[in-house]
Each structure stands twice: as C-alpha cells, then as structure tokens.
C-alpha cells in the first residue's frame, strides 16, 4: 500500500515538473508572438532598421572613432549600418551624392557630419520628402529638417585651443593659425571663437592664416613655408585632427633652432605620439566616439516616437603631458569597442 502511495507521488512529481518546464518554454515565445486571422500563431523578431552614417573622410583616425560609436550603438539598438564617406575632406559633391544616394535606396534614418553648411542643408531638406529623420553629428548643417545636432561647441573649441597657445606663450608672441575647409561651419565657428579671444590680448599677433583642406601633406608644406616666411613666429594653432598632423610634423622637421609652441585640436595615435615627444604642448580633444553613438540612439529613439533633445553639445578636454596617463583620458585618446 505505501509503495502504492509512493509510485504516485513520484508519478505527480514527473508531471509537475514536465508542466513547469513547458511552461517556461512558452512563455518567452508569447512574449515575440502574434495571432494571425486563421487562428495560427506566429513567431515575430523584431524589425532591423537601416541607418546610413555619412561622414566626411574615409580612411581618418577621427572618422573611425565616430563610426565605432556608430557600431556599439547599432548592435544596442538592432540597426544596421551603412558607412558613407568621400576619400577627401574638400570633396563636398561625393558627399552630396552619397546623402542623396542614402535618401533614394530609402533609409530609415540619416546621421550626417556635413563637410559644407549649405550644399549639404539642399540635401537634407529632401529627407522630408521621404519621412527620414535627420540627426547631424560634428558640424552642423544649414536646413530646417534636421531633428538634433550632436556635437561640440566649435566657438568654445576655437576659444579653448587659443587660451592654451595664449598660457604656452605668456600672452606675447606672433602666431600662426592652420584652418582646413573654407566654408565648413565648424571650421568658421573654431575661427571665429579662436579670433575672439586673441583680440582680447595686446602681445598676441596673428602673423597669418592657411587653409589646408584636410590634407596633411598640404598643412605640413604650408607650416614649413609660414615658419620660413615669419622667421619670428612663436606659436601655431592647428584646428582639426589632419591639419594637426601636418603642422606638427613641419615643426618638428623644420629645426628651426627656436621653440614653436604648437596646440592641436582632436587626437589621433600620432598625435599623441607628438605630444608625448612635446613637440605639441596642448591637445583640445573632442569626444567622436560619443557623437556617433549619440546620433544612432537618437535616430532610433526619433523612429520610436520618442522626444530627442535638438542639440546635444558633448565635452572637449586639454589633454598634455600631464595628464595624458590618466586612465580617464586613455579611454577618451584611445576608445575600443569589446
């Protein structure tokens, strides 16, 4: 008789934890499930969308980092990724072409650093033809359409770049100043910004301004021509990652048997490598990887119906010698994805 008792309790212990194991294979699949019209129930995954990320150089340290953050937030956020980017800078009509490309083959968003204000700004406005959102990231873009700006304060950029040539100098001395694209609202904003604030300084000169595309060979070619041209020259400012690069390899070739203060903006391995050898004395850093992932978060949250700020403005440091250890600004210079 008991062992009557004792086959049945083992028999409704079998039962019970067969049902409780059905139970939990069923449950995850009415969570992703629909019932269709004919009583079938069918098992859905969510919807991939397709983002492209048009940038304004291929093949850069800086365009790299912009598209890692892209990346993390696309695994995030379950989006694809289309990478769109001239070979040069000053090559504004490919990009063009590449936005408007982006814009017919029917993306579902657009996430855009603008190489010019205004020849991108007639693309753009487009994208409301085709209910695309817009999110422009670095510089911005001159049209309506555009649902949020990410990026830094390229006037505060400027002004911060020229406080620091400013203490390196004493407040006296000639300067140079190395710009990239004519035309480029960012590069105006770091001019202007830069402008402001060696105004406000009676021993500041500014001995002359170049325009080097975004060509490293062309700002190390103009740097060796203004170190030659002002033999008195102190200091040079150089206002984004590639002029930077050019600027302080003239430096350091030219030998000019005086001390060039030398500040950059942005940060690549090379860079860094010149500022460790102190050739550069002061680094304004940006934060690229951040505006890319920005941008596919808040193209996302803009297709979700959700409200997106209209302008995020991310943080720049003054990286040097000093401070360029600090485990907090190893991971801003040198960002990886696991």
């Known amino acids: 008789m008991l062992s009557s008792y004792a086959g049945q309790g083992r028999g409704l ?35 991939q ?8 150089m291929l093949n850069d340290d800086y365009w790299n980092t912009v598209r890692m953050g892209a990346e993390a937030a696309a695994k995030e956020f379950n989006v694809k990724i289309t990478f769109l980017a001239p070979e040069h800078e000053k090559d504004v009509q490919q990009q063009v072409e590449y936005t408007e490309q982006a814009l017919k083959l029917g ?33 911005e873009v001159g049209s309506t359409k555009v649902q949020s700006y990410i990026g830094t304060n ?25 710009s990239f694209i004519q035309g480029a609202h960012n590069a105006e904003q770091r001019e202007e910004g830069l402008m ?22 062309l700002a190390y070619e103009l740097t060796l021509r203004m170190l030659a041209k002002h033999p008195d020259l102190e200091g040079i400012v150089a206002l984004n990652s590639i002029s930077s690069l050019g600027v302080a390899r003239a430096v350091k ?8 203060r030398v500040v950059t903006i942005d940060s690549t391995p090379e860079l860094m490598g010149y500022l460790q050898d102190e050739v550069i004395g002061a680094a304004v850093v940006q934060n690229p990887f951040a505006m890319g992932y920005l941008g596919v978060k808040y193209a996302a949250d803009a297709l979700q119906g959700s409200d997106i700020p209209e302008r995020v403005e ?17 991971k801003l210079l040198f960002p990886f994805v696991k």
């Open 253 to 260: 070739d030219a030998d000019a048997g005086r001390a060039i």
């Open 196 to 217: 402001d604030l060696f105004s406000r300084y009676d021993g500041i000169e500014v001995a002359e301004k170049a325009y080097c595309y975004s060509d490293p060979d």
């Open 49 to 56: 969308r397709n983002f492209a990320l048009v940038v304004k």
């Open 107 to 139: 993306v579902d968003a657009l996430i855009l650093a603008a190489s010019d204000y205004m020849a991108l700004g007639q693309v753009v406005d487009q994208a409301s033809y085709y209910n695309i959102p817009v999110i422009s990231i670095d510089s």
């Open 154 to 178: 390229s006037y505060q950029m400027g002004r911060t770049a020229g406080q620091e040539l400013v203490k390196l100098m004493n407040g006296r001395g000639k300067v140079g100043v190395m």
């Open 314 to 330: 991310t943080d720049v440091k003054v990286i040097g010698l000093n401070n360029m250890f600090w485990p907090e600004n190893q």
């Open 13 to 47: 212990k079998v039962k019970l934890l067969r049902a409780i194991v059905l139970l939990l294979i069923i449950m995850p699949l009415a969570l992703n499930t629909a019932c269709s019209g004919n009583g079938i129930i069918e098992i859905s995954e969510p919807e």
